[in-house]
């Protein structure tokens, strides 16, 4: 509830009363949205819960533990990582579109991974592609403008894959997406991305995956996606070997040079393209959905668009945003946090374990799945005030510290955070700045987006909204 006792909340999942207790319901159930693993009841749980995993005949039982103990979820992210790494599967699912590379790796391959990325993403990194950043989103505007005060609907969440698309694109490349680019990628993925989430919840139950018949569809779309992306790099390599001018300052020109401290060497050949295969996926589909979901919950907040758009305006009068200027919007960056919060784009991490380990009070086999619920644990009733209800002014008020530091992860935490968490925030701030300082958004009557989580929290009958000019 705000000073004026508006109070929004905004829409959930669809009743997750229990599950099915037959093994076929709940596989279904689980390839339309992995949040039918949250059950209504579990958001005010603290400790570690066992669920029996279905299984086929012949297949070893296995079960899955759920984490929501802030202590426990710090042992498995943070002090003790190299002891639980990423799973088997989600490297197996991922190796056709982006190889062995930075989201899948462990041990000291990923390390060194790490090593050579965190170069192109530090301080500097992001404040030397701010200038790309505001051509997509310039280029985001000049779309939306196309629409704004027409009465026509706007597919908000397609226009923000396009602008998140867009970004990472340019920050790479140096170069725009050509709009054949920006089909064929898009259409590519999505297909890639139902395949990838229903691959790896059917090998959840035991089937091996290399057995199904969606491998070779998978396969054509990840070559479909690497292709697009081969293109700008092999005019970028033969422009260096022919000795003619080369951007200096963005994404890729960080990637062919930086060199890992540790073992002298670089990314080159396919590994180069696996990289920025994998930078490309993680950076554009998760911004694309916090984006969407902001633009959803915002059209229902008039009170907050006010306040957005009086701040843009205060720091950014009317000539273009500078990088500097986005620390200054802090309104704006609350309101994605709590977007993030409510939407967590990845709703939960999965790690694997490697040796019998005891956690809270469960003895977990080795080789068992280990979850950790963002999207339980950021709107759990134990630490969050009205955890359902839609407030950016909760991250300037101190009884929310405690909730942030226990129970507040959008980007993961520990070794493995997010790379991009800066890069991603500061598109995010630049972009909502942009629209809000423009146009004011509407809700389209009778339209209510579904939350479905497969690889991200997506809605499952799109996010629409109006534009209109501010009155
Ligand atoms: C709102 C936007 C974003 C959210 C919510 C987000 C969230 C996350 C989360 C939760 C993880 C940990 C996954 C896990 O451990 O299983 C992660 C990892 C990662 N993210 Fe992001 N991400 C966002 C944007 C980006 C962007 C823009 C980029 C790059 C341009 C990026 C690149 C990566 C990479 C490479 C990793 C793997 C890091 C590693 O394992 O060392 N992400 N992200």
């Given at each position: 509830?705000?000073?004026?006792?508006?109070?929004?909340?905004?829409?959930?999942?669809?009743a997750?009363e229990?599950?099915p207790?037959?093994?076929?319901?709940?596989?279904?159930?689980h390839?339309?949205s992995?949040?039918?693993l949250?059950l209504?009841?579990?958001?005010?749980?603290?400790?570690?819960?066992?669920h029996?995993i279905?299984?086929?005949?012949?297949?070893?039982?296995?079960?899955?533990?759920?984490v929501?103990?802030?202590e426990?979820i710090?042992?498995?992210?943070?002090?003790?990582?190299?002891?639980?790494p990423?799973?088997?599967m989600m490297?197996?699912?991922?190796?056709?579109?982006?190889?062995?590379?930075?989201?899948?790796?462990?041990?000291?391959?990923?390390?060194?991974?790490?090593?050579?990325v965190?170069?192109?993403f530090?301080?500097?990194?992001?404040r030397?592609?701010?200038?790309?950043?505001?051509?997509?989103?310039?280029?985001?505007?000049a779309?939306?403008?196309?629409?704004?005060g027409?009465?026509?609907?706007i597919a908000?969440?397609?226009?923000m894959?396009?602008f998140?698309?867009?970004?990472?694109?340019?920050?790479?490349?140096?170069e725009?997406m050509?709009s054949?680019?920006?089909?064929?990628?898009?259409?590519?993925?999505?297909?890639?991305?139902?395949i990838?989430?229903?691959?790896g919840m059917?090998g959840?139950?035991?089937?091996?995956?290399?057995?199904?018949?969606?491998?070779?569809?998978a396969?054509?779309?990840?070559?479909?996606i690497?292709?697009?992306?081969n293109?700008?790099l092999q005019?970028?390599l033969?422009?260096?070997?022919?000795?003619?001018?080369?951007?200096?300052?963005?994404?890729l020109?960080?990637?062919?040079?930086?060199?890992d401290?540790v073992?002298?060497?670089?990314?080159?050949?396919?590994?180069?393209l696996?990289?920025i295969?994998?930078?490309?996926?993680?950076?554009?589909?998760?911004s694309?959905?916090?984006?969407?979901?902001a633009?959803?919950?915002?059209?229902?907040?008039?009170d907050?668009?006010?306040?957005?758009?009086?701040?843009?305006r205060a720091?950014?009068?009317d000539?273009?945003p500078?990088?500097?200027?986005?620390k200054?919007?802090?309104?704006t960056r609350?309101?994605f946090?709590?977007?993030?919060?409510?939407?967590?784009?990845i709703a939960y991490?999965?790690r694997?374990?490697e040796?019998?380990?005891r956690?809270?009070?469960?003895?977990v086999p080795?080789?068992?799945p280990?979850?950790?619920?963002?999207?339980?644990?950021?709107?759990?009733?134990?630490?969050?005030?009205?955890?359902?209800d839609?407030?950016?002014?909760?991250?300037?008020?101190?009884?929310?510290?405690?909730?942030?530091?226990?129970?507040?992860?959008?980007?993961?935490?520990g070794?493995?955070v997010?790379?991009?968490a800066a890069?991603?925030?500061?598109?995010a701030?630049?972009v909502?700045?942009e629209?809000?300082?423009?146009?004011?958004?509407?809700?389209v009557?009778?339209?209510?987006?579904?939350?479905v989580s497969r690889?991200?929290?997506?809605?499952?009958?799109g996010?629409?909204?109006?534009?209109?000019?501010?009155?």
């Amino acid at each position: 509830m705000n000073d004026r006792g508006e109070k929004f909340s905004p829409v959930l999942p669809k009743a997750q009363e229990a599950h099915p207790t037959h093994p076929l319901e709940r596989i279904r159930g689980h390839l339309r949205s992995s949040l039918g693993l949250f059950l209504k009841g579990s958001y005010d749980f603290v400790g570690v819960s066992r669920h029996a995993i279905p299984k086929l005949p012949f297949v070893r039982r296995r079960e899955l533990y759920n984490v929501r103990d802030p202590e426990v979820i710090r042992e498995i992210l943070v002090k003790r990582y190299r002891e639980f790494p990423k799973g088997e599967m989600m490297e197996r699912m991922m190796r056709k579109l982006s190889g062995y590379s930075i989201f899948v790796s462990n041990g000291e391959a990923w390390e060194r991974h790490r090593r050579i990325v965190d170069q192109a993403f530090d301080n500097a990194g992001v404040r030397n592609v701010f200038g790309l950043m505001r051509d997509a989103a310039d280029a985001s505007i000049a779309r939306l403008s196309a629409d704004a005060g027409t009465g026509r609907e706007i597919a908000i969440d397609a226009e923000m894959t396009h602008f998140a698309g867009d970004v990472i694109f340019r920050t790479i490349f140096s170069e725009p997406m050509s709009s054949d680019d920006a089909r064929r990628i898009f259409s590519a993925f999505d297909a890639f991305q139902a395949i990838a989430f229903a691959q790896g919840m059917i090998g959840l139950v035991g089937v091996p995956i290399h057995w199904l018949w969606s491998n070779r569809r998978a396969r054509r779309m990840a070559r479909e996606i690497r292709d697009v992306l081969n293109g700008p790099l092999q005019r970028r390599l033969k422009a260096v070997r022919e000795g003619r001018p080369v951007p200096t300052n963005d994404i890729l020109s960080v990637l062919m040079t930086a060199e890992d401290p540790v073992t002298r060497t670089k990314f080159e050949g396919e590994e180069l393209l696996d990289q920025i295969a994998m930078l490309f996926l993680a950076g554009h589909e998760t911004s694309a959905a916090g984006l969407a979901w902001a633009l959803y919950c915002l059209a229902h907040r008039l009170d907050t668009q006010v306040e957005m758009r009086a701040e843009a305006r205060a720091v950014l009068g009317d000539r273009q945003p500078e990088f500097s200027d986005m620390k200054r919007l802090e309104k704006t960056r609350d309101v994605f946090r709590e977007v993030l919060r409510l939407y967590p784009p990845i709703a939960y991490l999965s790690r694997d374990t490697e040796k019998p380990e005891r956690l809270g009070d469960q003895e977990v086999p080795c080789g068992s799945p280990v979850v950790v619920p963002i999207w339980l644990m950021h709107r759990h009733t134990g630490y969050w005030q009205d955890a359902n209800d839609f407030q950016p002014d909760r991250f300037t008020r101190p009884e929310t510290r405690e909730a942030q530091r226990c129970a507040y992860m959008p980007f993961s935490m520990g070794a493995r955070v997010c790379v991009g968490a800066a890069f991603a925030m500061q598109e995010a701030t630049l972009v909502l700045a942009e629209i809000l300082r423009r146009f004011e958004i509407r809700p389209v009557a009778g339209h209510e987006p579904e939350p479905v989580s497969r690889l991200t929290v997506r809605s499952e009958n799109g996010i629409r909204i109006f534009l209109d000019r501010p009155r």
